[in-house]
């Protein structure tokens, strides 16, 4: 659809001891964010703000972190309805869900909510209803992995963000194997959104759980990023920023690895430590 980013007016300002400000008028790139609307067998569900792209992606990463399906076959077709703005032109900001024949949405599901770019969560009533059980036995994963690929992810995750490059302001997430291949990578201005488009990508690919695979984010680790890492059976998550509280007691509690602020040589591991390869020879210290 190429909507991922947008030109508009603005000004630069240069602003220098003594001087007055330098001004440069010029049209700048920006990472777009508009509404889109899911409807399951053509009834509302949510409303999501996203950067457009790999919608289907999106719909069916969030339905499965949201606990509504299990695998991409409890989905009988995804399509956009062609919804236009004020001048006639389509929009495909609403995305139909046809589910398989004798499947229905939970009871606890049938109940609008709205969430936002900047939080994956807002429209739950309670963080309760958050912490649904994973289909997959995350702690018992013994995947490895070594602190040197550890520190080159976030780089190598950088390396795809093309939309990134031209505004600056947009969040990523990754999925690699835990030798370093990167084997997807998303944007968009919501980080949930981001890992609901990655975990949608493996759930149509049929790579769900996803055992031995490390996700990258380059927000902070939050709790919702942690249960969807967690409901996608991945055992490895790590972020560029920090971690959250809450992040990391969910993290401890279902035996997922979290790891923040990685930025190379550093990193920060608070649960799951044993997944970290360090040798019996390396030094530790205290304080």
Request: proline share 5%; with cysteine.
């Amino acid at each position: 659809m190429g909507r991922v980013t947008r030109r508009a007016p603005a000004a630069r300002y240069e602003v220098t001891d003594g001087n007055q400000p330098r001004v440069v008028r010029r049209p700048d790139t920006l990472a777009v964010e508009e509404p889109m609307e899911i409807r399951v067998d053509g009834e509302p569900l949510t409303v999501t703000m996203r950067t457009p792209g790999d919608d289907f992606d999106l719909t069916l990463g969030l339905l499965h972190g949201e606990g509504l399906i299990g695998a991409a076959d409890d989905v009988a077709r995804l399509m956009h309805c062609l919804d236009t703005d004020a001048d006639g032109s389509p929009t495909y900001n609403v995305v139909d869900v046809t589910l398989r024949d004798g499947m229905s949405l939970r009871d606890n599901a049938r109940r609008a909510f709205v969430t936002t770019s900047a939080c994956g969560v807002c429209g739950t009533a309670s963080i309760e209803a958050l912490q649904t059980t994973s289909r997959y036995a995350v702690a018992e994963d013994s995947t490895k992995v070594d602190p040197a690929v550890l520190c080159s992810l976030p780089g190598r995750l950088r390396a795809a963000q093309k939309a990134f490059d031209r505004t600056g302001g947009i969040h990523a997430a990754g999925l690699f194997t835990i030798y370093g291949e990167l084997l997807v990578a998303r944007e968009d201005v919501g980080r949930h959104n981001a890992v609901d488009k990655v975990v949608g990508w493996a759930l149509r690919e049929g790579r769900l759980p996803l055992t031995g695979h490390v996700l990258v984010v380059t927000s902070r680790a939050s709790f919702e990023l942690t249960q969807k890492a967690h409901a996608a059976g991945i055992p490895v998550l790590a972020a560029v920023s920090a971690a959250s509280s809450l992040a990391v007691e969910l993290a401890d509690r279902v035996g997922l690895t979290l790891v923040a602020f990685v930025r190379p040589p550093h990193f920060t591991v608070y649960a799951g430590e044993q997944r970290v390869a360090v040798s019996a020879a390396a030094g530790h210290t205290s304080s």
